[in-house]
């Protein structure tokens, strides 16, 4: 059971990225999907979640209105769409798993998988 982050690099601020988190092994559809990120020198931080069937999202207030989590099951696939980026936003991003579908859970602790992240670079 692995999930993989992907889709991150070097933007500018005012940039934008999508981040594709996937799975191999077994099938998200049944898990609430965290993305959680950790800048160098900083505590990992919730930034937004999803229910397992989309019906539920939740965001860190910092991100609200610039960031987008959204998922396609057909794909196995969880996507953070990051819009107006700042230079506060840089930080290694993680996908986790959640065996409690229902979503809103923002404590890092009590997600059953993770994955290698992705590094954001957003640059001023």
């Known amino acids: 059971v692995q999930l993989q982050a992907y889709g991150g690099g070097l933007v500018q601020a005012g940039g934008c990225l999508r981040l594709s988190c996937t799975a191999s092994g077994f099938t998200l559809d049944y898990y609430t999907i965290g993305w959680f990120r950790q800048a160098p020198g900083k505590e990992r931080e919730f930034v937004a979640s999803?229910?397992?069937?989309?019906?539920?999202?939740y965001y860190e207030d910092s991100v609200k209105g610039r960031f987008t989590i959204f998922r396609d099951n057909a794909k196995n696939t969880v996507y953070l769409q990051m819009n107006s980026l700042k230079p506060e936003d840089t930080a290694i991003y993680h996908c986790?798993?959640?065996?409690?579908?229902?979503?809103?859970?923002?404590?890092?602790?009590?997600?059953?998988?993770w994955g290698q992240g992705t590094l954001v670079t957003v640059s001023s």
């Open positions: 986790a798993a959640d065996r409690n579908p229902y979503g809103g859970n923002k404590n890092w602790l009590e997600y059953n998988y």
């Open positions: 999803i229910a397992w069937n989309g019906g539920g999202t």
